[in-house]
């Protein structure tokens, strides 16, 4: 029987006084439905805290503008700037705007309104998404992000050289990472410039400090104030047995080959194509191999996320697991029934209708943070500020927003502008560039974080795949993983959110590092609020334990 005693009660004057109060079912659904708005009522807003860029640069050269009109290079018109912000309302998060993102003041692409046919015209993605309320889980408002670096950090000066190094990188194999000339460099260039500013670079490291060609943009584990998150990402393959494991959506088999973007073809490395994207304005589309491969480079990870569903990687996952006959959470209730296998709860069902409804969820306050609060700038703005400070475009004035030092001085930008014909922007693995909506925390890395928590809440973290495999160099075919250490589903789940946020980021340059290790942590969050509000509609008994990105225990209970 269901267990609401933990929900704040109905007032008597709250009952409907056509439900009957011998409806014992008809009762507790309403309890239910109160008691858990009243107890995510009961949360409070919570303070928000966006970074200085904003009010610290008046150009806003340095806050997200795509897709409004630009007045000049790397400047945005302030007048449609002025009356965006007042759609979306202060970056507080405490005050609504207008929520009128048809004001005709808000001019896109340097086109009037009228003009809504103009080919390659592209409309910012959603802004009115960030007032969207829940049904189930917390609102919005009662989660917060830490401030993004900010433009003339040296932690943003590094993030900025890591995806230099990864454009460089997005064709080459993770397994050949070890004996190609350009990861070794990548790994040395990003320890030296790790040990000279004092350990600013935030991806994960050796015990001594060394950035090595394995852990090359790899999510962890790393240290988050005194707790080590993401625990297992350093084990095995770059890639997530959950992404290259054969397996099957009923009788259809899915052998996890994917299409990939022709290798090579980059965009945004000529003043005029990103001008022009900054705009909204996109001339070009991308074009696939005709042949189907795995997963094993950067391109083919930022392809499968420029394509997929939001949610796609981790219903697959969940078939894999089931696939290979992983084991439950074992403090899951059937643990203990010898009468009951789980169909409507905590069966297949309830997982595939669980991942959908808290990425969903995970979405909402993504939007909201990236829109009301951070308005981060993407990568290709930050590097399109490298390309105007060291070429000064004739007729424009320069964007106040600085560039450091660091990153002019940097070996990731003098290859990259070797290869781009003295360009100085950050190529793209798509036509478009970044999406257009602001760049923190990272729509995939929410979703990511909140999809891995509700798998860990149905299968065991701990159980350990049997026979591993990882691409061959080509991709076409799959290999033996012969590495001494085992795989747990955790480590791989860990790793999938990484390879899927990273691959729509630091692989296809449309996402800072830090969007994504802060959004996973955000979506586990989302996660862990939707999972309790979810279980108080169980007639099961429910006391699941999971371990969090941080290894820590949590239990989620309706007892």
């Given amino acids: 029987m269901w267990n609401l005693s933990k929900l704040p009660p109905v007032p008597a004057p709250c009952l409907p006084p056509a439900l009957d109060k011998n409806d014992v079912r008809g009762n507790a659904g309403f309890t239910l439905r109160y008691g858990g708005a009243a107890a995510q009522a009961q949360r409070p807003r919570v303070p928000q805290t966006p970074n200085r860029d904003e009010a610290k640069y008046a150009d806003k050269s340095a806050t997200y503008s795509k897709g409004l009109k630009q007045k000049s290079y790397g400047i945005v018109d302030l007048d449609v700037f ?21 004001d005709a003041n808000i001019v896109l692409g340097g086109y009037s309104q009228q003009h809504k046919a103009v080919p390659f015209y592209t409309r910012l993605d959603g802004p009115a998404g960030a007032f969207a309320l829940p049904l189930i889980g917390a609102d919005a408002q009662t989660f917060a992000a830490p401030a993004a670096f900010e433009i003339d950090s040296l932690d943003y000066a590094l993030e900025l050289i890591e995806l230099y190094w990864a454009s460089l990188l997005r064709d080459v194999p993770f397994s050949e990472y070890r004996i190609n000339a350009t990861a070794n460099a990548a790994a040395d260039g990003l320890t030296k410039l790790r040990t000279k500013l004092n350990g600013h670079y935030s991806g994960p490291v050796e015990a001594s ?17 005194n707790k080590i ?50 705009n909204g304005k996109v001339s070009a589309v991308n074009i696939a191999e005709s042949s189907r491969r795995y997963m094993r480079n950067g391109r083919a990870l930022a392809t499968y996320t420029h394509l997929a569903e939001v949610a796609q990687a981790y219903f697959v996952a969940c078939l894999v697991l089931r696939s290979l006959g992983m084991r439950a959470n074992p403090t899951n209730p ?27 969820a995970a979405l909402k306050v993504a939007w909201y943070q990236k829109w009301i609060v951070h308005l981060r700038p993407r990568p290709e703005a930050g590097a399109g500020l490298v390309h105007l400070v060291l070429t000064k475009p004739a007729g424009s004035p320069l964007p106040q927003a600085p560039v450091n030092e660091v990153v002019l001085d940097s ?20 036509p478009e560039g970044s999406p257009t909506h602001p760049s923190y925390p990272a729509g995939h890395g929410t979703v990511a974080g ?43 789940l860990h790793k ?22 802060q959004s996973i942590i955000l979506g586990e969050q989302v996660a862990l609020r939707f999972l309790q509000d979810q279980v108080f509609s169980y007639g099961e008994k429910v006391k699941v334990t999971i371990t969090l990105l941080n290894g820590d225990k949590f239990t989620i209970t309706n007892q």
């Fill in 229 to 278: 998150y993401f625990e297992g990402e350093d084990i095995g393959p770059y890639v997530s047995q959950l992404c290259v494991q054969p397996t099957q959506f009923g009788a259809q088999p899915i052998d996890q080959k994917t299409l990939i973007y022709v290798a090579g073809l980059d965009y945004l490395v000529d003043l005029q194509s990103w001008f022009d994207v900054q």
């Fill in 82 to 102: 002025k009356a965006f912000r007042g759609a979306l309302g202060p970056s507080d998060g405490m005050t609504l705007g207008s929520m009128d993102f048809e």
């Fill in 450 to 492: 909140a999809c891995i928590t509700v798998l860990k809440f149905f299968f065991d973290g701990d159980d350990i795949f049997p026979h591993p495999v990882m691409p061959s160099v080509d991709g076409l075919a799959l290999e033996p993983y012969t590495g001494p250490e085992n795989l747990t589903i955790n480590g791989e």
């Fill in 334 to 360: 059937y643990a203990a029934y010898k009468n009951q296998k789980p169909v409507g709860t905590f069966g297949a069902p309830d997982i595939a209708a669980t991942l959908g409804a808290v990425a969903k």
């Fill in 411 to 430: 070996a990731a930008l003098y290859f990259s502008s070797f290869v781009h014909e003295k360009n100085h922007f950050l190529s793209q693995a798509y």
């Fill in 209 to 225: 400090g060394t950035v090595t060609t394995h852990l090359l943009f790899r999510g962890g584990p790393r240290q988050i104030g």
């Fill in 496 to 517: 999938l959110a990484h390879n899927m946020s990273f691959g729509h980021g630091i692989h296809a340059g449309i996402n800072w590092r830090s969007d994504t290790d």
